[in-house]
């Protein structure tokens, strides 16, 4: 493994933020860290990077034991939150930041790719916010570090630079074939961008799998309910739970519900309807009036099963 | 007041405006008069003016270099680790302020100098004399550092807060070592601030007249107060004026087009908490503690330890009625005149809030440059009117003119303190009142005085204390007369005639009062951040 991290211990103020935690990753490997609040996903980062210190385990590199070497001696490349840039530098120099020697094809391959080719003289108050975050990217990558670190880098922007810089993320880390940990709250980025999804809550690894998986067969129901909405629905007795998009709607079937309220989403209709005292929801291209009786089928290859 | 309480109409603010801009150009008469005397003279360029030149720039930059090593230092520790007593650190570094320059050369040339307790100790332990001449330059500007330090250390301290540590976990990460951190990172982004400090500093060395004077130096003030007063040669010290004049003006501009470059910069600073680094090398801790307490020991511990020795040992030989006198002249002076300058302040700021006049804006604009002028200029030029008005002469000597060049001479820090405050509050809460048809009059009883109550506290008391420190600007207006006596310019006086003994009680008394307020202002400034 090109990652090791080893049974690591963080305590805050007594307070366990990581307790034994461990993980592997393979060279060029994008991992997600997918947590809810104060689950400890950036204090994974901030002891991999050595801004905090571990107080117990062990975290290597390609064999090489780093958690006890300063944070500038590490090779690894963090990029923040909201990343600063220095303000008192313009993009090009930020981007040099500390650098005797740097690969000038990289550099250029860099800055054609992130498109910030024309903004290298202006300075962080000249550009937006788009712009910054990909400036710190190429900061960050242009060190050809052992491993990335990206903390939910998509934070403060909008849709459209938030889906192109997705986009770039990806295609340069494939391309350079960098090993990345990436720290998000929206699973939908995750599943998009990562090898593997690790799920963290109150600072312990509750599972670590690939996307599908994760998605397809959680390993819990409150897993399941961190990507996306699950039915619960009682058939023969059983409980059946199943996600909104294999709930369909068919001409004859033993489920025979009421639709309570129909909402205009965009690309369909979401649907509730009630199916004897149980409220289900289902995805439909057509709008469907109020109590209306439609007849249902779960997609059974879809069940989802703890 | 019927006249502020009918204060919704355009036209009634804008004679209000009228009035607070002829109140400023009022207080802006010596600066204008300077300049158009200088050209009204003819006055002969001397070799000597040159002197006085370099002895000021020499003074400027020594000072400026020491200033930068005990107030940096000191702040940069005392930001980024844990250091044990903090609070009280802070404080200590801050207190040298309350000792005027003059007062510090004066108790340092007496230690070190022939016959001091240094000499005294060496030729009883080691049969040696002091080699060195302290009444130098070089010496001078170590002294005035000692005082003036604490201006470098508040603005870097405030600067390297706010930097938290964003920038320094970013340059860690990107691979950056300790030194090139403070170089690459924490100096460049409070240069703004450092410079900030520094200039107050230079302003502080031009006005310095008292030590410059004492020790031989050539500053401008000192040769203002030897053309005037010494040579009786009108021209020549209104062109040092003029000059010096200048000078400060050139200063305050680049200062400003420094200001406004870093601005932009400053503004996009994202502020972060620090989050404190241990000290766990023994010799790095003891380094550190040495490296705070050197400013503290040297500026504050003993010029006090020395003051109050000279105290206890002549504290049969003092007049305690002129003591009483002094104090009585100095704290009744400086309380109206603070109150003074507090009220005009005030009054132009709000107007120029409601009335949103122009003209009001570039006069406090002008106002604020106020402090920068050394106490020098404004003292002669107030003595020329006079003496050339003599309807208006009978107010020579008076404390009415005294107060007037008070108020010139320390507005700008009044204006600084209670604008930054007047500035964070909306301007939605004055639309509102106005929504709630309240008029301008209860509009700022009731909602900008009791916002800005903090901010006219903590200007009332550095004006004071400046004031209570205040030297040329006392001396030349109060000579013509010599009947109006302060603590300040007995202490002078006295370590002029080399009475250093006796001069200690008048120092001390002013130190300590000083001290006092600085303390005031501290927890002032605690609540008012804790308010915020």
Redesign the interface.
Known sequence: MFIKIDKITKKFDEIFCLKNFSMSIKKGEIISIIGPSGSGKSTILKCI???CKIDKGEISINNKRVDNL????R????V?Q???L???LNVKKNIL??LKKYDKEKLFFLLKKTKIENIQNK???QISGGENQRVALV?SLI?NPDLFLLDEPFNNLDNSNKNQLKKIIIDIIKETNTTTIFVNHETQDSLEISDKILILVNGEKKTIDTPFNIYNKPKSLKIAKMFGEVNELLIDNKKVYFRIQNLIITRKSSIKGKVMESKFMGHFYKITVKVDTQLVNLFSIKDIKKNEIIYLKVIKENQLHF | MKFLKNLNGISNLRILSILASILGIIILIPIIFIIYENFASNTEVKQSFLDYFYDTFHLILLTSFFCIVFGIIPAWIITFFKIKYKFFFDLLLVLPLAIPGYIMAFIYSDLLGYGGIIDFFLEKNFNQVISFDVLSINWLSLFLSFSLFPYVYSTARVSFSLIGN??I?????????TM?KIF??II??S?SAIVSGLFLVIMEILNEYGAAEYFGIKTFSVGIFKYWWALNDKNSSIFLSFILLFIVLVLIFLNNFFKKNEN???????SSSVILKKLKNPLSKFFSYVLIGVPIIFGLFIPLMSMTNNVIKNFSKFDFTELSNLIQNSLSISITASFIIVAITLFILIIKRYSNSNLLKFIIRILSAGYAIPGAIIGLSIMLILQQNSFISVLMGTTFLLIYAYVFRFIAIAIFTIDNNLKKQPYEFDRLADSLKLNNLKKFIKINLPLSLNSIIVAFLIVFIDIMKELPLTLILRKSTGKFNTLAIEAYNKAKNEELANSSLYSLTIVLICIIMIIVVNIFLKRKKHVH
């Open positions: 990077s050595g801004i300063p944070v500038n001696e090779n690894i490349s963090y923040f909201e990343s600063p220095f303000p008192h930041f500390n300075y962080p108050y900061r060190r | 964003t920038y976990n970013l340059s860690e990460s990107l691979g950056v070592n090139n690459k990172v460049p982004l240069l932009k910069i400053q503004y996009h600073i994202r």
